[in-house]
C-alpha cells in the first residue's frame, strides 16, 4: 500500500477535497500496524491491557497512538494523568495528548468540558465519532495505533471493523468462566467479521504474595491458556493482578515509569514482545529509535 504524502495529497491535504471514507484510507497508510483490544465482558482490564500494550511499544521507541473509542466509559486519559479539552490546528485537525515523545492519546473523554456528562448515542452518532478519530486527528506517521474498544460485540468494534479492514485484535479475558464464555464470542465475531487475532491475553491471572512470593490463582488457573488451543487461537501470556496497577491508574502514572522491577512489569514486556512477534518486528529499529529519543 503506497504511504499518502499529507503536504501534497489532493485528498487528506488541508486544501485536499476527499470524502471522509478516502481521508481515512490515506490516513491510515501512514500507520503501520492497527492493533484493536477488546473483550466480551465489562471488568477483564480491557483498558489497561490497552494502556500497558501502548506504553510498552513506546518504550521500545516506537511511534505510538493510543486512541480510546470506549465512548460510554473512557478511562485512558485518567490512566496517564492526562487533562483537558484537546487542541485543533489552523487547518482544522484535532490535535491528540502527547504524553511522550512516542505516544499520542486521543478520547472523547478529552473533548468534553465536562467529563462527568453521560454519552447517550445510538449507532450512526458512534460510528461518525469514531470516524472522526481519525479522519480528523492529526496522528502523522505512527509504527503502531492501539484501539481501546469498549466490551462486547456492538456498535463499537463493528465500526472498526469496517473502517479499518485489516485491523488485528487483541482479545482480553480473565482467568474464570463468566469471562470466558464471553472471550469465545468475541473470537467468532472477529472470525465472523474476517478480523485477523493476535491472540488472546489472560488479565489478572494469580496475585503473587507480597510476603512470600508465592503465586495464588485467585480466579483459577490456566481458563485462559485452555480457551487459546480450544479455540485455536494465539495465546499470548497471562499478565499477573497486581495492586500498584490500580494504585497508579488512579494516580494517572502508569507502574511502567516506575524504575523497581515487578511481576506485572516482566509480563507486560513479555507480552508486548509476543505482539511484536507474531507482527514480524524483531525490535531493533526501536532500540536505534530510542537512542535517537534520549539524544
Not at 158 to 173: D, G, N, Q, Y
Request: aromatic share 6%; with cysteine; net charge negative.
Amino acid at each position: 500500500m503506497k504511504t499518502c504524502d499529507p503536504t501534497s495529497c489532493d485528498t487528506c491535504s488541508s486544501k485536499g477535497k476527499g470524502s471522509k471514507e478516502e481521508i481515512i484510507r490515506c490516513k491510515l497508510t501512514r500507520i503501520r500496524h492497527k492493533i484493536l483490544v477488546m473483550s466480551g465482558k465489562g471488568g477483564v482490564g480491557k483498558s489497561s491491557v490497552a494502556t500497558y500494550l501502548s506504553l510498552a511499544l513506546a518504550q521500545k521507541g516506537y511511534q505510538v497512538g493510543l486512541m480510546d473509542i470506549d465512548l460510554h466509559g473512557p478511562s485512558i486519559p485518567k490512566m496517564f494523568g492526562l487533562h483537558g479539552v484537546l487542541n485543533i490546528t489552523q487547518e482544522q485537525e484535532i490535535i491528540p495528548h502527547q504524553y511522550s515523545p512516542n505516544l499520542k492519546v486521543v478520547s472523547i473523554e478529552s473533548m468534553m468540558e465536562d467529563t462527568d456528562s453521560a454519552i447517550i448515542w445510538r449507532g450512526p452518532l458512534k460510528h461518525g465519532v469514531i470516524q472522526q478519530f481519525i479522519a480528523d486527528c492529526k496522528w502523522d506517521a505512527l509504527d503502531f495505533l492501539v484501539i481501546d474498544c469498549p466490551p462486547g460485540t456492538g456498535d463499537e468494534p463493528l465500526s472498526i471493523a469496517r473502517i479499518i479492514p485489516e485491523i488485528k485484535a487483541v482479545i482480553v479475558t480473565t482467568p474464570q468462566e463468566v469471562a470466558l464464555a464471553d472471550v469465545r464470542k468475541s473470537i467468532n465475531f472477529c472470525r465472523k467479521m474476517n478480523v485477523e487475532m493476535l491472540g488472546l491475553v489472560e488479565n489478572m491471572s494469580g496475585l503473587y504474595c507480597p510476603h512470600c512470593d508465592g503465586f495464588i490463582a485467585i480466579f483459577g488457573a490456566g481458563g485462559g491458556e485452555k480457551t487459546s488451543e480450544k479455540m485455536k487461537v494465539p495465546y499470548l501470556g497471562p499478565l499477573p493482578f497486581d495492586p500498584a496497577v490500580v494504585t497508579g491508574g488512579d494516580k494517572g502514572r502508569p507502574v511502567l515509569e516506575e524504575e523497581n522491577e515487578s511481576p506485572f512489569k516482566t509480563a507486560v514486556y513479555a507480552f508486548a514482545a509476543k505482539i511484536l512477534g507474531r507482527l514480524g518486528e524483531s525490535g531493533e529499529q526501536s532500540e536505534q529509535a530510542r537512542e535517537q529519543t534520549i539524544h
